[in-house]
DNA sequence: AAGACGGGGTA
DNA sequence: TACCCAGTCTT
């Protein structure tokens, strides 16, 4: 009696698979959903499905594995409960809160997004076309909000349900191209529970975290019976991996400029790497390049900042997705009086809350030690070692105007 | 289709 | 070390 309108997504493509066995499926599934999973406190349904925490959730989860996303849904839902107090929240604090989760750009989308659903919707939509078209709302997410949240019978893809599904039903070839791609939508889309469609999602990407992981434990899957890959002793090697480029090496020279026991800060340019945050000021270093020069020049030019850049005071590597990244703290004095805008002083030890990147936040806590300030209560423990300190350089600063 | 975008868990 | 993680956006 119900009328039904077709998702809007995937596009229809009829599926190949007997319906009864996409029922037993999702029976299975769901019983095994129901028979216990992880009580993750955006899972905890205090009064009922909370669309914003289920999205706050849904972004943080990005790329992002729950262990890590965890701490920070849970300061963010206690300092900011509503949409509306996210919304209503200054950006520099929001992005603060974030520092350390990465993929910066997350953080902003989400913004603008409580933002724009609350002048537009007045609150999330619930539908997957009007969440999609919010900004950082992709197929994903958009699938996961309105089927989590809002009961919408819609599939949710992620890491996790490529992988089940791809050996569920043995899909072949790169994961990332598209013929893989829309093979798996497709299964996706004609797995969707119309009762329960949040459940069945959160089961499949349930059943990829703790047990169809990269090494399957097949013996704990309540599907293995009718797993195609399993059959053809083939799950551990499916889906292929993903081909990675190469990472490239970047060097950024940090300033460290301190004033009466504070240290500057600007903010990250609204593009690229750590778009938007807090940071020292900083420039690359390119091959064969002088970071001093390089820094005193970007320094001028972006920040109206005329420095002096003097000795090393540490440095920082990191692994990220796609480069080497390697973070040179320049102890750098006043050539002139700084300008009045765009530049934050921060109480040296203060600087572990200050909004910087992670990588930013060790290099801190190097300088620090070499300085001899109190280092920041986190972070940067690992690289202490490499601190390049210099017997004449553990005096506190006295770099004035 | 490919690259940019962080940081950390895991084997 | 290599791969992956409840992906999205831009070339």
């Known amino acids: 009696?119900?009328?039904?309108?077709a998702p809007a997504y995937p596009p229809p493509v009829p599926a190949p698979h007997a319906p009864a066995?996409?029922?037993a499926l999702r029976r299975r599934l769901l019983a095994w959903w129901d028979a216990g999973h992880r009580p993750l406190?955006?899972?905890?349904p205090q009064r009922g499905a909370d669309p914003y925490r289920v999205w706050l959730a849904e972004v943080m989860l990005q790329q992002t594995q729950v262990v890590t996303a965890?701490?920070?849904?849970?300061?963010f839902v206690e300092r900011w409960p509503t949409l509306e107090a996210l919304a209503a929240a200054r950006d520099e604090d929001v992005l603060a809160a974030w520092s350390g989760l990465g993929y910066y750009a997350r953080c902003r989308n989400l913004l603008a997004a409580?933002?724009?659903a609350l002048r537009r919707h007045g609150g999330l939509p619930s539908g997957y076309d009007a969440l999609r078209a919010l900004p950082g709302f992709g197929p994903y997410t958009a699938g996961a909000v309105a089927s989590i949240a809002f009961a919408a019978p819609v599939p949710a893809v992620d890491g996790n349900v490529t992988r089940v599904l791809s050996r569920l039903f043995l899909v072949e070839g790169d994961p990332a191209a598209r013929a893989a791609r829309a093979r798996v939508a497709a299964l996706a889309?004609?797995?969707?529970?119309?009762e329960r469609p949040g459940d069945l999602n959160q089961a499949l990407m349930e059943l990829?975290?703790?047990v169809c992981r990269p090494s399957p434990d097949c013996a704990r899957c309540p599907v293995a019976?009718?797993?195609?890959?399993?059959?053809?002793g083939r799950a551990a090697e499916l889906p292929p991996p993903r081909r990675r480029p190469d990472k490239v090496r970047l060097v950024l020279a940090c300033a460290v400029v301190v004033r009466e026991g504070r240290v500057a800060l600007v903010r990250r340019p609204a593009g690229g790497l750590f778009a938007g945050l807090a940071a020292f000021p900083a420039a690359e270093v390119g091959p064969g390049a002088e970071a001093g020069a390089a820094l005193e020049r970007e320094a001028r030019e972006r920040h109206g900042l005329r420095l002096r850049a003097g000795e090393e005071l540490g440095r920082v590597e990191r692994v990220l997705t796609h480069r080497l990244l390697e973070l040179r703290a320049l102890r750098c004095s006043l050539a002139r009086p700084p300008p009045e805008e765009g530049i934050r002083w921060i109480p040296a030890d203060e600087l572990d809350g200050a909004g910087l990147p992670a990588a930013m936040r060790a290099l801190a806590g190097v300088v620090c030690d070499v300085l001899g300030q109190a280092p920041p209560p986190s972070g940067g423990a690992r690289d202490r070692g490499r601190a390049r300190a210099r017997a004449n350089s553990l005096a506190p600063p006295r770099d004035f105007v």
């Open 1 to 5: 009696m119900t009328v039904r309108r």
């Open 21 to 23: 066995r996409l029922a």
């Open 41 to 44: 406190p955006w899972r905890q």
């Open 70 to 75: 965890t701490p920070y849904w849970l300061r």
């Open 114 to 116: 409580a933002r724009e």
């Open 189 to 194: 889309a004609a797995l969707v529970d119309r």
């Open 208 to 210: 990829g975290a703790t």
């Open 225 to 232: 019976a009718r797993c195609a890959a399993r059959a053809a």
